[in-house]
């Protein structure tokens, strides 16, 4: 098992910049794959970005350019680092961790809200 918490969240005006952070614990050694999705209201979870254990990094269209996901693997960390915000990034980001090379994403953490607003 592996457990996720994240931090970071918070209220951000449109063109400002936040960080999100995970922790895993537990089965760590098992870990591959470990990303951010997002959950709008009235919206299906997506993916945001994610990175795989060698270091390749996947990216949604709408966030490319603007947003960095980095891992380090001695710290048991992912974060999310989060420019050029826009209202329509609002919502509860989660972190997502998964052992498996193919398969979705099975480990969660509860999620922290991002709201960008002036």
């Known amino acids: 098992q592996v457990q996720l918490v994240e931090s970071g969240g918070g209220l951000v005006q449109p063109g400002g910049s936040l960080t999100l952070s995970c922790a895993a614990s537990g089965s760590i050694s098992s870990i591959y794959g470990m990303g951010w999705y997002r959950e709008a209201p009235g919206k299906q979870r997506e993916l945001v970005a994610d990175?795989?254990?060698?270091?390749?990094?996947t990216y949604a269209d709408s966030v490319k350019g603007r947003f960095t996901v980095s891992r380090d693997n001695a710290k048991n960390t992912v974060n999310l680092q989060m420019n050029s915000l826009k209202p329509e990034d609002t919502a509860v980001y989660y972190c997502a961790a998964k052992a498996a090379i193919i398969g979705p994403y099975n480990y969660w953490g509860p999620g922290t809200q991002v709201t960008v607003s002036s």
């Open positions: 990175i795989r254990s060698g270091g390749s990094t």
